[in-house]
Structure formats: C-alpha cells, structure tokens
C-alpha cells in the first residue's frame, strides 16, 4: 500500500492567490482528516469526514477555507484567499474505525 | 469536548537514561490512545498504541501505561538512544482524535 498520499509537497504562493491541497487516503479507509501544524498551535485539527461526510469542521479557521471529499477516494483542502498567516505544514491522515490514524507527508504552504 | 495535556514540553536525557512523557485526558469516553513520534520535518508516525481495555504494553524499549480511573497515561522509552530524539505526541479518541502538544525529546551522546 501507498500510505496516504498529498500534492503537493511544497507550495509558495502570494498573498490573495487560491491554494488547493490534495489528498488521497488509504484504500479501505473511510476516515479522512485534515490538520494544520505550526510552531505556535501545534497540529491542529481542521475537519474530519466519515464515509465521504464532513462530520466535524469546528477547526476550520475562517470562511476562507473549504474541504470536499466527492468520494472514498480523494479529498481537497481549499483556501481563497490565502494569507500570510496561513503558512503551515498541512497533513492528512485516514483510518477504519477500529485502526490508528495514518498520516500523509504533508505539504508545507508557504504565502508570501 | 475531550481536552489532552501533555507534560513535559522538552525533555532532555543522557543516552541510556530513561524518559518518561505524561498525558492526561477528561473524557472517560476516550477508549483508544496512540503515541506518535515526529522527526524533523516527517510526518507522525505511530510507535505504540493502548486501548481501554488494557493496563500496560510494550514493544522492545517502548512502554505505554494507562490508568483509566486517573485519566492518564503515560510513555516510557527505556535504554534511550540518539536516533529517539523527536517530538513525541499522545493522543485520546473515541472518534476522532485528540492530541496533546508535543513533547521535545532530546538524547544526549
């Protein structure tokens, strides 16, 4: 098995600019969460879906950010417009219900 | 909603000392509870686990306790090496899950 994948690794973009995040779980996992991890906040969690269902999106920042999983298989993390403040390592993780999380490599967002 | 704390923050130790990492947890609920560790710049990854139902488990040098009625549980690293030096987090979930804030360890040749 792959392990869970996301692309990109590393992103730099402006201020104002729309940055997706992309997000493959592992198959048969039907969990999927996203976090943000920073120096200061730590890893935090932004919103989880179950079965392809947000379940929980209370970390979600602001209205600027914005997560879909269309299906079992792909999941995106959208921010517009991306701010400075929003530099961070964003990982992804899955699980089954009865198994650990598994964490993607992340992607390291930079906004310039 | 569950609330992890995590002590200490940083934590350095001789090599072949011991280090112990504390977590404690409120919701009684919480019945799974993974420790991950992160190297510099790699994801976390999982290096043990305990479920409720269970008091103690090792894996070779690694240890993790938990006491259910304290609300607390706890990882030991025994027989420490250089290549331990990480941030280690605790985790508590029913569901989703929670994680304390990471504990900096460093192992001293």
């Known amino acids: 098995d792959a392990g869970v994948i996301q692309s990109p690794r590393h992103e730099v973009t402006e201020m104002g600019q729309e940055v997706t995040l992309r997000c493959k779980p592992i198959?048969?996992?039907?969990?999927l969460f996203w976090y943000r991890q920073t120096m200061m906040r730590g890893l935090e969690l932004l919103i989880y879906?179950?079965?392809?269902?947000?379940?929980?999106d209370s970390g979600m920042p602001e209205d600027r950010f914005s997560a879909k999983m269309p299906n079992a298989s792909f999941s995106t993390l959208k921010i517009q417009p991306s701010e400075p403040r929003d530099s961070a390592v964003y990982f992804c993780?899955?699980?089954?219900?009865?198994?650990?999380?598994?964490f993607g490599p992340g992607t390291r967002l930079t906004v310039l | 909603g569950e609330n992890v704390e995590q002590h200490p923050s940083t934590l350095s130790v001789q090599e072949g000392d011991s280090a112990v990492i504390k977590c404690t947890y409120s919701?009684?609920?919480?019945?799974?509870f993974p420790w991950y560790k992160q190297e510099l710049g790699k994801r976390p990854q999982l290096i043990i686990d305990?479920?409720?139902?269970?008091g103690e488990k090792k894996d070779q040098r690694i240890a993790v306790t938990l006491n259910k009625t304290a609300k607390h549980f706890s990882l030991h690293i025994t027989e420490t090496q250089p290549e331990d030096s990480a941030v280690y987090f605790c985790?508590?979930?029913?569901?989703?899950?929670?994680f304390g804030t990471g504990t900096s360890l460093t192992v001293i040749p």
């Open positions: 993780a899955s699980r089954t219900d009865t198994d650990t999380q598994y």
């Open positions: 198959s048969g996992h039907n969990s």
């Open positions: 879906f179950n079965n392809n269902v947000p379940i929980d």
């Open positions: 919701d009684s609920a919480s019945n799974y």
């Open positions: 305990i479920r409720s139902n269970v």
């Open positions: 985790a508590a979930s029913l569901y989703q899950f929670y």
